[in-house]
T-cell receptor, first 113, second 116 residues
Framework: SQKIEQNSEALNIQEGKTATLTCNYTNYSPAYLQWYRQDPGRGPVFLLL?????KEKRKERLKVTFDTTLKQSLFHITASQPADSATYLC????????????FGSGTRLLVRP | GAGVSQTPSNKVTEKGKYVELRCDPISGHTALYWYRQSLGQGPEFLIY????????DSGLPNDRFFAVRPEGSVSTLKIQRTERGDSAVYLCASSSTTGALGDTQYFGPGTRLTVL
């Protein structure tokens, strides 16, 4: 069956450390993989997109890797801040007719001051 | 407008009633999506519009759910004979131009639907 898995347990880290979130998928062949941030009571906000032929993408303190052999993406936030506390969702961008996103269930990140 | 807006922000209804949820996409965005998000889960695709037409409605759970976008901008998600299991946050998203692969989807704040 098709699955997207993200750690269901919250990730709790100290301010200044690097947060690493994992997204694993099975029986999908996404063209792109996207990461979104979601705060309570709000809709997801786009952060980064990485293509299937890219290994790594960076944007400021954010870094995403994409390994299509392992079917895994890692999302890193360096020098984390309490304001980074949120739920982070990975989403597969399928090369089909609707370009719909298929989301994982998200991982909650808590950054302690 | 500056972003995607959705109304109402909260809707409480009784089992068996009919509800309409409205989405105003970013001006000029031709692609519009509806997703449903249950507590502790990621958004789940419902339907995709390109312009006025529903290009993919494969995510609608059953025929009680219907959506329209008559003029290619505002969309309304309609749910008939609501059931308690329909309780969730309904999210709308839009993307620019053709809604092509890799286009960023911009989400609204959602409508929280509670069916008693």
């Amino acid at each position: 069956s098709q699955k997207i898995e993200q750690n269901s347990e919250a990730l709790n880290i100290q301010e200044g450390k690097t947060a690493t979130l994992t997204c694993n998928y099975t029986n999908y062949s996404p063209a792109y993989l996207q990461w979104y941030r979601q705060d309570p009571g709000r809709g997801p906000v786009f952060l980064l997109l990485i293509r299937e032929n890219e290994k790594e993408k960076r944007k400021e303190r954010l870094k995403v890797t994409f390994d299509t052999t392992l079917k895994q993406s890692l999302f890193h936030i360096t020098a984390s801040q309490p304001a980074d506390s949120a739920t982070y969702l990975c989403a597969l961008d399928m090369m089909d007719s609707s370009y719909k996103l298929i989301f994982g269930s998200g991982t909650r990140l808590l950054v302690r001051p | 407008g500056a972003g995607v807006s959705q109304t109402p922000s909260n809707k409480v209804t009784e089992k068996g009633k009919y509800v309409e949820l409205r989405c105003d996409p970013i001006s000029g965005h031709t692609a519009l999506y509806w997703y449903r998000q249950s507590l502790g889960q990621g958004p789940e695709f419902l339907i995709y519009f390109q312009g006025t037409g529903a290009a993919d409605d494969s995510g609608l759970p059953n025929d009680r759910f219907f959506a329209v976008r008559p003029e290619g901008s505002v969309s309304t998600l309609k749910i008939q004979r609501t059931e308690r299991g329909d309780s969730a946050v309904y999210l709308c998203a839009s993307s620019s131009t053709t809604g092509a692969l890799g286009d960023t989807q911009y989400f609204g704040p959602g409508t929280r639907l509670t069916v008693l």
